[in-house]
């Protein structure tokens, strides 16, 4: 667990309450109360995860309980940014699978993560990684498709949400789409060269049930 003690450095607008088109007191306290990156990872972690093609708001998110990945670390960002943290979103992009989507932060000159997910996995990560390719090859092993291939191929820089205050992009009750269609456009470094890709391995039957534990499906009609 990330020491509740240690202050992070802090870049760009942090939040205080009852700040004009941000927070209410009480979201604001609700967020404050979550303390660490480790307390919203587990805010995150008990909320159920949901399938629906939506991009929620963080505020619509406190408010409805549930998010899925994209939600989950546009929320975790909020959060953060709350806590003093720069609100930084990060996109792995996978082939022939879905990217996935986390928030961002840096402790000691390491980077870690809180992140939504339908994979075990694909979550948190203690703030060790020294450069963002370290971050990205810790879920290398892991980040795979129903196919059972290994997916995962890029990652791009972080990306500062500040960008859209004026789109009100923490507490708008419309779809925030303009945030992951941001990411769509951006570079991505990749992770392997392009003889790696062709000579990955499937994962095993064993890691593929460890990380499919709780894995949420779409009902067949």
Same mark, same amino acid.
């Given at each position: 667990?990330?020491?509740?003690?240690?202050?992070?450095?802090?870049?760009?607008?942090?939040?205080?309450?009852?700040?004009?088109?941000?927070?209410?007191?009480?979201?604001?306290?609700?967020?404050?109360?979550?303390?660490?990156?480790?307390?919203?990872?587990?805010?995150?972690?008990?909320?159920?995860?949901?399938?629906?093609?939506?991009?929620?708001?963080?505020?619509?998110?406190?408010?409805?309980?549930?998010?899925? =990945?994209?939600?989950?670390?546009?929320?975790?960002?909020?959060?953060?940014?709350?806590?003093?943290?720069?609100?930084?979103?990060?996109?792995?992009?996978?082939?022939?699978?879905?990217?996935?989507?986390?928030?961002?932060?840096?402790?000691?000159? =390491?980077?870690?993560?809180?992140?939504?997910?339908?994979?075990?996995? =694909?979550?948190?990560?203690?703030?060790?990684?020294?450069?963002?390719?370290?971050?990205?090859?810790?879920?290398?092993?892991?980040?795979?498709?129903?196919?059972?291939?290994?997916?995962?191929?890029?990652?791009?820089?972080?990306?500062?949400?500040?960008?859209?205050?004026?789109?009100?992009?923490?507490?708008?009750?419309?779809?925030?789409?303009?945030?992951?269609?941001?990411? =769509?456009?951006?570079?991505?470094?990749?992770?392997?060269?392009?003889?790696?890709?062709?000579?990955?391995?499937?994962?095993?039957?064993?890691?593929?049930?460890?990380?499919?534990?709780?894995?949420?499906?779409?009902?067949?009609?």
């Amino acid at each position: 667990m990330v020491n509740s003690s240690v202050k992070p450095r802090t870049h760009g607008t942090i939040l205080k309450a009852g700040s004009p088109c941000e927070f209410t007191p009480i979201e604001f306290r609700q967020l404050r109360a979550l303390k660490t990156p480790a307390g919203v990872q587990r805010f995150l972690d008990s909320l159920p995860y949901h399938l629906a093609d939506t991009a929620w708001s963080p505020r619509k998110v406190l408010r409805e309980r549930t998010a899925h =990945c994209l939600e989950g670390a546009i929320f975790g960002a909020a959060a953060l940014r709350v806590l003093g943290f720069p609100p930084l979103l990060w996109d792995l992009e996978a082939v022939n699978d879905t990217d996935h989507v986390l928030a961002i932060f840096k402790l000691r000159g =390491c980077w870690g993560a809180v992140a939504k997910s339908n994979f075990s996995g =694909c979550r948190y990560r203690e703030p060790v990684y020294r450069t963002l390719r370290e971050l990205a090859m810790s879920y290398f092993n892991i980040y795979f498709n129903l196919r059972s291939e290994r997916t995962l191929r890029r990652y791009s820089q972080p990306v500062n949400l500040s960008r859209f205050d004026r789109q009100h992009w923490m507490t708008s009750g419309r779809s925030i789409w303009f945030v992951p269609e941001y990411l =769509c456009i951006i570079p991505h470094s990749p992770l392997l060269t392009p003889v790696q890709s062709r000579k990955l391995t499937r994962i095993d039957k064993r890691t593929r049930a460890a990380e499919m534990l709780g894995h949420v499906s779409k009902k067949a009609k």
